[in-house]
């Protein structure tokens, strides 16, 4: 199995910035790709961005010019940054990571942080 622990969620001001972590542990082979998803009150659990391993990295629209995601293969992390922040961006933010192993395509997801944002 992977454990995904993330980090780096909190309070801050509108146009205010964060950086969220997520380290891998476990059975890290066979990984396709890592990311990040969020899910607001209310609302379904919708993709930020995510980085496929070889290729480039996609985002959300919404994200686009003020989020950016990379990754430390060395480390199995993946980070986002998040610069420009508005309240529409307040959600718990979760870490993902695809897995494509014996022929078996595996999802795993981390505890999620809380990112809030205050106008």
Same mark, same amino acid.
């Given at each position: 199995q992977v454990q995904?622990?993330?980090? #780096? #969620? *909190?309070?801050v001001q509108a146009g #205010?910035?964060? !950086?969220?972590?997520? &380290?891998a542990s #476990?059975? @890290?082979? *066979? @990984? !396709?790709s890592m990311g990040w998803f969020r899910q &607001?009150?209310?609302?379904q659990r919708e993709l930020v961005a995510v980085s496929p391993s070889g290729a480039p990295s996609n985002y959300a629209d919404s994200v686009k010019g003020r989020f950016t995601i990379s990754r430390d293969n060395v480390k199995n992390a993946?980070?986002?940054q998040m610069n420009n922040l508005k309240p529409e961006d307040t959600a718990v933010y979760y870490c993902r990571l695809g897995r494509y192993w014996s022929g078996i395509p595996e999802v795993f997801w981390g505890q999620g942080t809380?990112? &809030?944002?205050s106008s």
């Amino acid at each position: 199995q992977v454990q995904l622990v993330e980090s #780096g #969620g *909190g309070l801050v001001q509108a146009g #205010g910035s964060l !950086n969220l972590s997520c &380290a891998a542990s #476990g059975s @890290i082979f *066979g @990984i !396709n790709s890592m990311g990040w998803f969020r899910q &607001a009150p209310g609302k379904q659990r919708e993709l930020v961005a995510v980085s496929p391993s070889g290729a480039p990295s996609n985002y959300a629209d919404s994200v686009k010019g003020r989020f950016t995601i990379s990754r430390d293969n060395v480390k199995n992390a993946v980070y986002l940054q998040m610069n420009n922040l508005k309240p529409e961006d307040t959600a718990v933010y979760y870490c993902r990571l695809g897995r494509y192993w014996s022929g078996i395509p595996e999802v795993f997801w981390g505890q999620g942080t809380q990112v &809030a944002v205050s106008s």
